[in-house]
């Protein structure tokens, strides 16, 4: 099959990298291994993107872009398939004018692939009653280097932004735990401490290579829909404390830990007490667990288990309008 992955426009400057960048360079790669053609279509201008697939006979079209709905609803000349990767997705409040005004068009969508069954639910809840599958985000375990022991550290990697709290999680933490800050610096009141430091920013080949020399990621976001970052830790060896926005998909594991959104901005002792206490308890576990973990994320998300569930979709997909 001819297939068209379509982004936005979006080139990071290195050593940015973007995680739905990196999800469909992935499934470019694994649809072209199981004997597909996949093109990546990141242009700007959406008029542009429609004329091309119009013009291209793709036998199926899959949209990431969330600005480019409306147009495509309108213009396309065939049915197409679309994802939303934005973290705030669930949390209405927090949406701004460009997110709501497109929020609306994904109802008229022709087929929807939701990153988790929390997403699909909530958009069937919403109104959405055209065709819905579900497709987990991936990691290619076979790119991550992965060691036996980690360094008793935690980290935080991802846009140091409100939205990830890692200034409220800095502050907390400091002076009790050893934690590394990794990415871009997009808030200004995050301040580092004496065991809290920001390393700058790493390009996902340094990503994969270093994420496993720590012990265990902390992502307690108040916004987030499947993220990446938690599959390239677990590809690495580490445990993973999250917030109950990041844990789309994850299972109940001993490894794993999940705790309130809100827990951050809990000023409580109590609270702030439970946020040391589950990093340092997964710190320590870590090492009886490292092989399990990667066991774990291979066999639940690994590109070369997943594609063929995604290939599913595609083929449903089409039947469903031939």
């Given at each position: 099959m001819k297939i068209a992955l379509v982004a936005w426009g979006y080139v990071p400057k290195p050593p940015l990298s973007h995680s739905v960048l990196t999800v469909i360079n992935e499934y470019k790669n694994f649809l072209e291994k199981i004997g597909h053609q996949a093109d990546i279509l990141n242009e700007k201008d959406v008029n542009e993107v429609i004329e091309y697939i119009n013009n291209n006979n793709y036998d199926f079209v899959h949209l990431h872009a969330y600005s480019f709905v409306s147009e495509f609803n309108r213009n396309l000349k065939q049915k197409y398939c679309f994802t939303c990767h934005d973290g705030y997705l669930f949390k209405t409040d927090k949406w701004n004018q460009e997110f709501r005004e497109a929020y609306q068009h994904y109802f008229n969508a022709p087929g929807?692939?939701?990153?988790?069954?929390?997403?699909?639910?909530?958009?069937?809840?919403?109104?959405?009653?055209?065709?819905?599958s579900?497709?987990?985000n991936g990691i290619d375990t076979q790119k991550v280097n992965f060691q036996d022991k980690g360094n008793n550290k935690a980290i935080c990697l991802g846009w140091?932004?409100?939205?990830?709290?890692?200034?409220l999680l800095a502050k907390i933490i400091d002076g009790k735990i050893g934690i590394d800050f990794v990415g871009p610096l997009d808030d200004p009141d995050f301040v580092e401490g004496t065991t809290t430091k920001h390393l700058g920013v790493w390009s996902l080949e340094q990503v994969y290579s270093r994420l496993t020399d720590y012990s265990c990621l902390v992502l307690i976001s108040e916004g987030e829909v499947?993220?990446?970052?938690v599959l390239e830790a677990m590809a690495a060896g580490l445990c993973i404390v999250v917030s109950e926005s990041a844990s789309a998909n994850l299972h109940h594991k001993e490894f794993i830990k999940i705790l309130p959104d809100n827990?951050?901005?809990d000023t409580t002792p109590e609270a702030q007490k439970i946020v040391t206490d589950t990093?340092?308890?997964?710190i320590d576990k870590n090492q009886y667990y490292r092989q399990e973990i990667l066991e774990y994320v291979r066999e639940n998300f690994d590109y070369s288990r997943i594609i063929y569930n995604y290939n599913d979709i595609m083929h449903e997909f089409i039947n469903l309008h031939s």
């Open positions: 929807i692939i939701a990153l988790s069954h929390l997403t699909k639910d909530c958009l069937l809840k919403a109104g959405y009653s055209g065709y819905i579900v497709q987990v140091i932004q409100p939205r990830k709290q890692q200034k499947a993220p990446l970052v827990i951050l901005t990093i340092s308890e997964m």
